[in-house]
Each structure stands twice: as structure tokens, then as C-alpha cells.
């Protein structure tokens, strides 16, 4: 987590140690629920189309609807945060991996993940984080497939517009499309969630076309369902 704190300065402090999710805590060991553990896996979009590099109050709204998610999850569950842009890790070096357990409860861990969600456009102007030039949508997912294990009930959220621009392929305001995807990638995956996509396009054809486009390979790649909000 040593590389996530370097992107804040010392007046982000309290922000550090959330979205560090440092353990540690006081409160008393939290009651293990009858559900079982699962895998949630968060990708955020730092490309420069995507409004959650510059708007804070959209930043803001998707912060309180991942929270959501984060909460709901019982013990020995895994969260795992990623950001893409670029097809390079040098250039994605924000990473978080934290097990849901007593000393890190879903609450704490969610808290810290909006703090860090929320906050993303202020650390882009910053410069503490860098808004990057293509979106590698399908790479990235390509790349998480191997190691996301999808017998464990498993929920992929991107917080992306959907505008794949990549080698593989391009989804613009006025055309392209998608690769094909790898068949049953994630064969057995609960579901693939996109929120804000479309986002900044202000154009529901746009949006609709994203959605049709990513709703085809969600299924080809094995999601047993795919979700693609522009609001909510």
C-alpha cells in the first residue's frame, strides 16, 4: 500500500489511512453471516474521457453507489481495486487488496474506498494521480481474468463511461465495436457492472449503442450478467 499513499500529500492524512485501509481497528470482532465469502473487484477508469476524472460531483455519486456494494459484503470476502487507462502498470500503479475480516470491517473498507473514489478528480488537478490518454477496457479485463476465480461468487464494477480505445478495439460517439471475447473468460461470474457508462457523451444513442456492445461480450465472456448504468 506503499505506492497508493504516495499520491497524497500530508494534508490528505486521514485520506491516506482510509484508502490504505489500514487494520487496526478497536471495534470488536464483527459476527461472521451465514452468506459466504465473495470477490468483489473494482477497475477504475483514469482515462481522460471518463467524468470521473473531473467531475466531483459525479465522482462523488459513484463513491456512494460502490460504498453500497462494499458494505453488503460478509467476512472473508476479498476486495480488490485496480485503476486503468493506459495498457501500462507503470502507469496504474493504484492497487488495493483487502479480505474483509474483525479488523477490517465492511464498513471501515467501504469508507475508505469512497473517501479514495471521491476524491480521484481532486488528485488528478493534484497531479498526484495522472488522467491518461487511451482506455483500455478489454485488456484490462483480459489481464484481471487471470486471477479472479469465478467458483467463488464474483462481481466485477468498473466505474468506466465505456468507451473502449484501445489496440483491440474502439467504441466512439460515432461507431466501432468491440473484440471478440475470450469465451468463458469469466465463465461463471456473477456479474459485470458498469457505472457511468456513456457518461460525458450526453447522447442516449451513445449510450445505448455502449450498452448493447458490452451487454454481447459480458455474455460471450461468460458473466452470468451485465449491468451498464449512465445513472441511478
Known amino acids: 500500500m506503499a505506492g497508493l ?5 500530508d494534508t490528505f492524512a486521514s485520506l491516506i489511512v482510509a484508502a490504505s485501509l489500514l487494520t487496526g481497528s478497536a471495534a470488536s470482532a464483527a459476527a461472521e453471516t451465514p452468506t459466504g465469502p465473495r470477490h468483489l473487484v473494482i477497475g477504475l477508469d483514469l482515462s481522460k474521457s471518463n467524468p ?14 460502490l460504498a453500497e456494494d462494499i458494505r453488503d459484503l460478509p467476512v472473508r470476502s476479498k476486495v480488490t481495486v485496480r485503476s486503468f487507462g493506459v495498457y501500462d502498470t507503470g502507469s496504474n500503479a493504484l492497487r ?19 473517501a479514495l473514489v471521491a476524491n480521484l478528480p ?16 478489454v485488456p484490462f479485463l483480459e489481464t484481471m481474468s487471470g486471477s ?63 450498452r448493447t456492445a458490452w ?7 461468460g458473466f452470468r450478467q451485465f449491468n451498464g448504468l449512465y445513472d441511478w
Open 148 to 210: 479472479v476465480d469465478c467458483s467463488t461468487p464474483t462481481k466485477i464494477v468498473l466505474l468506466t463511461d465505456g468507451a473502449e480505445d484501445s489496440e483491440l478495439g474502439k467504441l466512439t460517439r460515432t461507431g466501432g465495436r468491440l473484440p471478440a471475447p475470450r469465451a468463458g473468460a469469466f465463465g461463471g461470474c456473477d456479474e459485470l457492472l458498469m457505472l457511468g457508462i456513456g457518461r460525458g457523451f450526453d447522447s442516449p444513442a451513445t449510450t445505448s449503442r455502449f
Open 215 to 221: 451487454t454481447g461480450w459480458a455474455e460471450g465472456a
Open 52 to 65: 470521473l476524472v473531473t467531475s466531483d460531483t459525479f465522482a462523488a455519486q459513484v463513491a456512494a453507489r
Open 122 to 137: 481532486r488528485l488528478v488537478a493534484e497531479g498526484k494521480l495522472q488522467a491518461q490518454m487511451k482506455t483500455n477496457i
Open 5 to 9: 499513499a504516495a499520491f497524497f500529500s
Open 96 to 114: 488495493i487488496d483487502q479480505v474483509i475480516s474483525a479488523r477490517a470491517r465492511p464498513d471501515d473498507v467501504a469508507e475508505g474506498i469512497q
